[in-house]
């Protein structure tokens, strides 16, 4: 027999079956453990990226897999490595960071066919947890992938003599996972939903989000105007043509204690105070990305509280700020009316504007006497507005991202050294300059801006939107928003960020080829309109949008044991389409395969029924041993006649060979 010899280098790159069952599988956990990278600590994805190395150096060379006494300690050292992380083993953080690990250690301590199953549903699960972080489409789909990764390695260790090909055990693999598509619908649109967070064990059922905070420090907003994260996404019911007024109103700041500005537990005004709206008002819909506070956003000035589409409520104050009841921890759909020219509580009384004159003692000499001249200079409020932002424009001020430290008194280092800063060195400044010379004033932070998406027509507010402003009180005026960044980067206003303050280096260099290719502007909306589809008909499908959609079908006033019910009656109807073409489509049995079984059956009358490996002509052998004299001549000619239709050549029809079979079948019985 020819041998055939293959180069050393070539027949190393053949692997075993094995090994290639053993990567696939290593390629699966990688996929389930890659969602989870972005928010495990360094060591963490070090220590998993180094252990399934490991694990495929083994794999590739052949080698043995490290004794439980090297694992152990490593085992050991992990655990206190989260520990020290975290200062418990409990809540989400921990826990999800423990089954990450448990599964990179899994893999090293694979010696039986019980260790793989631990490790394919251990990474099921931590596919699950993965939507503890993010739920996006790209989760989504990354989560699909896992499952058909996981399914196809979990297919390839079942299988014994004849293996197919990769390709065709992924197609298979795909082949399940569509068919559990219908049920995986019925589910997600009749299982009764259940209000509240995905994740609920004390201490972590929420983490930290970054956005808007009720204090506002020198660097505080310039730090958070770096994201690119959406804050929220808006549409109006008419067209808006000047980006100027798209103020979005969030946290009015009102105490100072000469670095941080915060606000006021006591609210200003009244609410019976009077107010004046004119012109048309404008209708926003609104969709807010959880954040974990109660403030939310209204175009600049709302005149009435939201109107939410869940069971939530908000308040409007007398500070028009607006606050949902509940901390926004879920997708929120609002609605609000907000009016653009207004008389805001124009008649307050002095006691009720002592909070917005206060200055603490013993901050920013310079900027207090320049205060004073200008007072002297100019006895009409808005003259010495006027004369402020003048002031802005014509000293060359600097609107930066990067403004260099200011000392304890921040506001004469800013007005008379650096002269640069970002919007909050701006708002900061001017309200203090305001306060020093009797004029009301106070800090308002927000977003300004936006980009509308031309496919889905919602204006997308972004971190990098985050911008803040001063209100000034006038006699007869009432509360009157000024901005003094627009008088020194009016462009920050009328265009956006980006545009007032470039970026450099590579970063800007890819911005600008961005900016200036439509189609990559064209195809970075369509994703974002994608993105909001799926936002509002997929992860914002609630209680009420269950409610709405049973009552659009007729079931109206339903309760939850009927949505089971419902559930389980649906669900039936889906698994029963599924499982039909799989019950039509079994293998049709030939006409004289049909006689051959009868036959067998007469024969077990006789002797042992036949084997599901026997086949005809070792069966003849055996019934000649067992069968009485008079039936072995029959049975001869039974199945010598069968074994000749069956695997010879004939040129008999099909019906003749049958009617054949069934007549010496006659003389069998």
């Avoid at 890659?34 to 220590?47: C, E, G, I, M, R």
């Avoid at 028009?320 to 509940?326: A, G, N, T, V, Y």
């Avoid at 280096?505 to 439509?518: C, H």
């Avoid at 041993?625 to 001549?633: N, T």
Wanted: with cysteine.
């Amino acid at each position: 027999m020819m041998r055939l010899n293959l180069p050393g280098r070539l027949s190393s790159r053949i692997l075993s079956r094995d090994k290639v069952d053993t990567l696939l599988l290593l390629t699966a956990c990688l996929c389930v453990l890659l969602p989870h990278a972005s928010h495990v600590t360094w060591w963490v994805n070090l220590a998993c990226g180094g252990l399934l190395s490991w694990r495929a150096w083994l794999t590739f060379n052949g080698r043995r897999l490290p004794p439980s006494w090297l694992l152990l300690p490593i085992a050991g050292l992990m655990m206190a490595g989260v520990y020290l992380t975290h200062h418990t083993f409990l809540g989400r953080e921990a826990g999800v960071t423990m089954l990450v690990l448990l599964l990179t250690c899994k893999l090293l301590e694979m010696h039986a066919k019980r260790d793989l199953f631990v490790v394919i549903f251990l990474s099921f699960f931590l596919l699950l947890s993965s939507f503890f972080y993010q739920q996006s489409i790209g989760a989504a789909a990354l989560a699909l992938l896992g499952t058909a990764l996981l399914i196809t390695a979990q297919l390839s260790f079942q299988y014994t003599n004849l293996v197919p090909s990769l390709g065709q055990k992924f197609k298979l693999a795909g082949t399940l996972v569509g068919l559990a598509i219908p049920l995986t619908l019925c589910a997600f649109l009749l299982f009764p939903r259940i209000q509240g967070p995905l994740w609920g064990l004390p201490g972590d059922a929420h983490s930290a989000r970054t956005g808007l905070s009720e204090t506002m420090a020198p660097g505080g907003i310039s730090n958070l105007v770096q994201s690119e994260d959406i804050v929220f996404r808006a549409k109006f019911d008419q067209p808006i043509l000047n980006k100027s007024v798209l103020y979005w109103r969030g946290i009015i700041l009102t105490a100072f204690n000469g670095l941080t500005w915060s606000t006021k537990a006591t609210r200003l005004g009244k609410k019976s105070s009077y107010s004046e709206f004119s012109g048309n008002l404008i209708q926003q819909e609104i969709v807010l990305e959880p954040q974990g506070q109660r403030w939310i956003f209204a175009l600049d000035l709302p005149v009435e509280a939201a109107l939410f589409a869940d069971k939530n409520t908000s308040s409007l104050n007398a500070d028009m700020e607006l606050r949902s009841q509940e901390p926004i921890l879920n997708r929120l759909r609002y609605q609000v009316r907000s009016a653009t020219h207004y008389k805001y509580l124009p008649d307050l009384q002095d006691e009720e504007l002592v909070a917005t004159l206060d200055l603490p003692a013993g901050y920013n000499p310079r900027t207090l006497s320049f205060a004073q001249d200008l007072r002297q200079r100019y006895s009409d409020d808005n003259q010495l507005i006027k004369a402020v932002l003048d002031f802005f424009r014509k000293e060359e001020f600097v609107y930066t991202l990067e403004p260099p430290l200011l000392g304890t008194n921040s506001v004469d280092d800013f007005f008379f050294k650096s002269r640069a800063g970002f919007c909050e060195h701006f708002a900061s400044s001017f309200v203090i300059l305001m306060r020093a010379a009797n004029i009301p004033a106070r800090v308002v932070t927000g977003y300004q801006g936006g980009t509308k998406n031309d496919i889905d027509g919602y204006f997308e507010i972004r971190q990098s939107d985050a911008h803040a402003w001063a209100e000034v009180w006038l006699k007869k005026q009432g509360w009157v928003r000024v901005d003094p960044t627009a008088a020194v980067a009016p462009e920050r206003v009328m265009l956006n960020l980006a545009r007032a303050i470039p970026q450099r280096g590579l970063a800007g260099l890819v911005g600008q080829a961005v900016s200036g290719n439509s189609l990559v502007q064209a195809l970075h909306m369509r994703w974002d309109a994608v993105n909001n589809s799926w936002n509002q008909w997929v992860l914002n499908y609630n209680q009420n949008s269950q409610r709405h959609l049973l009552d659009s079908l007729g079931f109206k006033n339903v309760d939850w044991a009927q949505i089971s019910l419902l559930f389980f009656i649906v669900g039936s109807i889906a698994i029963s389409i599924v499982a039909l073409p799989l019950v039509l489509n079994k293998p049709t049995i030939p006409a004289i395969d049909r006689v051959y079984f009868s036959f067998c059956k007469i024969m077990a009358k006789h002797t042992e029924p036949r084997g599901m490996n026997e086949g005809p002509q070792a069966f003849l052998w055996r019934l000649r041993l067992a069968l009485p004299a008079d039936k072995i001549l029959p049975a001869e000619h039974f199945l010598n006649f069968y074994i000749a239709a069956k695997y010879g050549k004939h040129e008999l029809p099909e019906s003749s060979v049958t009617k054949r079979l069934k007549a010496l079948l006659g003389a069998c019985k």
